[in-house]
């Protein structure tokens, strides 16, 4: 595997208010630049920018199938190691997220087996945060 730089991506937010609260307080980012249209946070350590549009709300997602589950689509997240995927799964659950897809081992006994979890920010975009026990898997096919 080589090394990775961090990834930038934008999103739309209908109150930056709730996606400073959410990002900040419940997923523990820390807080960069910011302006009265966007906030930048460091999630993981790659660059996540709330926009703001206050005409923005997501229609219910699309879903596919995947192992047994109606995954939501678009959605963007970070893989974890294990310790920090449990313990987001943890404060998650203490800040009651409700999660779309809870906390989960999805294909499991196979290659790419991981720990999955999907839940949706404020303004309805769909976040998924996953785990390897064997980083080398992530790319198994």
Not at 10 to 26: C, I, N, S, T, W
Not at 30 to 45: A, K
Not at 63 to 87: E, I, K, S
Request: aromatic share 12%.
């Amino acid at each position: 595997m080589t090394e990775l730089t961090p990834f930038h991506i934008a999103f739309p937010v209908d109150d930056l208010d709730k996606a400073r609260a959410f990002y900040g307080e419940v997923l523990g980012c820390p807080e960069g630049r910011s302006s009265d249209h966007w906030i930048d946070f460091d999630l993981f350590g790659h660059q996540i920018v709330a926009h703001w549009n206050p005409a923005h709300r997501k229609a219910p997602a699309m879903a596919n199938p995947v192992d047994g589950h109606d995954v939501p689509v678009p959605h963007f997240g970070v893989v974890l190691t294990m310790p920090q995927w449990h313990a987001l799964a943890d404060r998650l659950r203490a800040a009651g997220t409700a999660f779309v897809i809870e906390p989960t081992i999805r294909f499991r006994g196979l290659p790419g087996e991981q720990a999955t979890m999907f839940f949706l920010d404020p303004a309805g975009n769909a976040l998924e945060f996953k785990a390897f026990a064997d980083m080398a898997s992530l790319f198994a096919t």
